[in-house]
Structure formats: structure tokens, C-alpha cells
Nanobody, 115 residues
Framework: QVQLVESGGGLVQPGGSLRLSCAAS????????MGWYRQAPGNQRELVAR???????NYADSVKGRFTISRDNAKNTVYLQMNSLKPEDTAVYYC?????????WGQGTQVTVSS
């Protein structure tokens, strides 16, 4: 059974930083497109950042210049470095692995930005 396990969420003050990690198991990680999504209460789940298998990256406009996605294929892990956090970044953040073979989600990790 494929597993995606997120970690690194928590409570941080506005302007602070967090680094999320997502460790994948039981998939050939290098051939999957990896993404971070988030969902705030009352909102739809939205794409935050995605890094595809060839390394190409795209970001939501709301996080450009503040968030950085990266992957380590040797560790089967994708990261999301979040800087200059704002209260509107508060949400549950989900890791996603997808390609033509499968589409998998982690359980989510809560990020709360508040003073």
C-alpha cells in the first residue's frame, strides 16, 4: 500500500518559516509528479506547488517568491520550504503523488500562522 507521510507543520508567527516534508513509500518515487496542496476551512483544496518528474516546477501565484518546493529522489521525499508566512497561508497542507499510474494523497499536516 502506497504511503505519503507529511511532517513539519505547526504554529508559526507571521513572517516566520516552516519546512514541510513528505516521505513516500511503496512507489517508484522518481517517476511521480509531486505536489503540495492546501485546504483552508470553507475553501476548496488548491495547488500550492508542484515538481514534476523531470524537475520542472510551478507555483501558485500567492506563494511565488516565498515558498520553494524540492525533491530528493534518493530519499523518496519532497519538501516545501515556506518563508515569510502570512495568516492567509493557514490551512491543512497535503502531499500528492500522481502520474498515469496512480494518484495518492497524504493525511495532511496543519499549518497555522498567527500571532
Amino acid at each position: 500500500q502506497v504511503q505519503l507521510v507529511e511532517s513539519g507543520g505547526g504554529l508559526v508567527q507571521p513572517g516566520g518559516s516552516l519546512r514541510l516534508s513528505c516521505a513516500a513509500s511503496r512507489i517508484i518515487f522518481s517517476i511521480y509528479n509531486m505536489g503540495w496542496y492546501r485546504q483552508a476551512p470553507g475553501n476548496q483544496r488548491e495547488l500550492v506547488a508542484r515538481i514534476i518528474s523531470n524537475g520542472r516546477i510551478n507555483y501558485a501565484d500567492s506563494v511565488k517568491g516565498r515558498f520553494t518546493i524540492s525533491r530528493d529522489n534518493a530519499k523518496n521525499t519532497v519538501y516545501l520550504q515556506m518563508n515569510s508566512l502570512k495568516p492567509e497561508d493557514t490551512a491543512v497542507y497535503y502531499c500528492n503523488a500522481a502520474n498515469g499510474i496512480g494518484d495518492y494523497w497524504g493525511q495532511g499536516t496543519q499549518v497555522t500562522v498567527s500571532s
